[in-house]
């Protein structure tokens, strides 16, 4: 029997918009109700399973590129920090590049809007 399904969002779960399309949340719904858990594992960040509207429906999510694991209720239940030396480090070094650090509670962005629309 299987227990898991995993799925990536990008171009896989998520439409153009975005957003889960009501025919995918009605097939996780079957999955989940039939014992088995579904996880989207993903490197964006996701503060709560419901995110990109998955609302009801019981996903865990491994996101933040595995840093950050959430059970089915949006409770954190692993998370891996960046040592804050090494951080600190990267920081100073490459002070023209624009960073996105994610942690539990908020989102660290260095640099302006423009700069990390430009990549």
């Known amino acids: 029997m299987i227990k898991l399904f995993a799925s990536d969002l990008d171009g896989t779960l998520l439409n153009a918009t975005h957003m889960v399309d009501p025919v995918i949340v009605s097939a996780l719904r079957t999955v989940t ?3 088995a858990h579904f996880a989207v ?8 399973p419901n995110d990109f509207g998955f609302h009801g429906v019981g996903i865990e999510a491994v996101c933040s590129n595995g840093s950050i694991i959430l059970d089915r209720d949006g409770n954190t239940i ?3 920090d ?3 030396g090494v951080l600190e480090e990267m920081l100073r070094t490459f002070p023209q590049v624009c960073f996105e650090c994610v942690g539990l509670d908020r989102t660290y962005v260095t640099g302006s809007p423009q700069d990390q629309l430009a990549g």
Not at 41 to 48: D, I, K, L, N, P
């Open 33 to 35: 109700k039939s014992g």
């Open 78 to 80: 692993y998370h891996s």
């Open 41 to 48: 594992a993903t490197g964006r960040t996701m503060r709560s």
């Open 82 to 84: 960046v040592d804050k």
